[in-house]
């Protein structure tokens, strides 16, 4: 019998995590405190990553673990208790990217199934089958690759293929960089980077023309040569399920609980359509128009179906496109009224949107009134605070708030 396809979320919080997973996800990957690509994100105490395991568990779902750093001799001390430690919690999963890192999971951890990080950038076969053969159970394939590539690699290699299907890309190869390092001295490699490629940048010919400056392409924002667009597959999920691609990845774990609950619902629809032979134009359409909800650069799709991959990335401005805005979060119903907790401005009379788990399930009202925690009448609400508002059919706990821009 073949297995369902995975959809695997970022959790970067532990309400991350519960979020993604409530709107869809089968799998969520996470990171700690130590060890982890995204020192900058919220990331789990020990504590944490067991309610995490816990939780995810109780719905039947999966928890991978980031243990994706380049090891330097100082991190190998205390990573073997640190491994033990999680193999005690029953995680189901390590990523890693370090060969040394996969020598100590597999003495340290040796029930655990190991993961192979994009950044030890897989991009042919034979790199799969030698991995496959030091007991490397699924690949997390280079973003570079074309479906005919992920297609052969899946005929020549009998492992887990998993890709990244939706989110930021970097603009090295594989998401090996030196330039946050070497302009800030945060390294990219260990989980610091300053996304110096997103800087605008000019040409300045230094022996006669010192400090005369050159836009690379002129442009009245400035340049950006070495900015990325957004990678978004949702289109092509069908194709990638042809090519032998199980899981399919959505990056961003230091993103909103918005994005989170809005990207993993929408790839979910896609890949259930995908699954059940349903797939549409209007379905592509109105996923097309969720995706564009959330704060995101230029979509691409990447090196999928150009090698050259020219398309992804050069644009001509590093800022963000918008057309939602988060309003809030249910926290319960009671009667005809939701009490929701505010995390973005809206007022007695705007149209908002109640997102539920689907989409079928989603509602659009105009607020005709709105009350604080005491069911007292207000105007208009504050971040951080609780009100009651109307709704006209059912919500749940984590039902997000959204209005359109």
Known sequence: ????????????????????????????????QEFSLRTRSQNFSMAEIREGIEYAHSLQRRVYFTLNIYAHNRDIESMPAYIEELAAMHVDAMIVSDPGVLRLVHRYAPKVAVHLSTQANT????????????????LILARELTLSEI????????IDLEVFVHGAMCMAYSGRCLLSNFMTGRDANRGDCAQSCRWEYAVMEKLSRHNEYYPIEEDGR?????????LNLIRHLGALADSGVF?????????????????????????DAVAQGTWSDE?????????????????????LLDPSGQDAV??????????????????RQEGDQALVEVRGKFKRGQTIEIM??????????????????????????KPNSLVWIPVTRPVQENFLVRSRI
């Open 1 to 32: 019998m073949q297995r369902s396809l995975e959809l695997l979320a970022p959790a970067g919080s532990l309400e991350k995590l519960k979020i993604a997973l409530a709107y869809g996800a089968d799998a969520v990957y996470l990171g700690g």
């Open 123 to 138: 991009t042919n076969w034979e790199s799969a089958l030698f991995w496959q053969d030091l007991g490397v159970e699924r």
């Open 151 to 158: 297609r052969e690699i899946h005929q020549n290699a009998s």
């Open 222 to 230: 400035g340049t950006y040569v070495f900015n990325s667009k957004d």
């Open 247 to 271: 899981s399919f990845k959505i990056e961003g774990r230091m993103k909103s609980i918005f994005y989170a609950a809005t990207i993993a619902r929408a790839y979910r629809e896609a890949l």
């Open 283 to 303: 379905l592509a359409l109105r996923l097309d128009e969720e995706l564009g909800l959330v704060s995101h650069r230029r979509y691409t799709t990447g090196f």
């Open 314 to 331: 050069y644009q001509e401005s590093s800022s963000y496109i918008r057309k939602g805005q988060f309003l809030g979060r249910v926290i």
């Open 356 to 381: 539920g788990w689907r989409l079928a399930d989603d509602q659009s009202l105009v607020v005709d009134s709105i009350e604080d925690e005491a069911r007292l009448p207000i105007h208009f609400t």
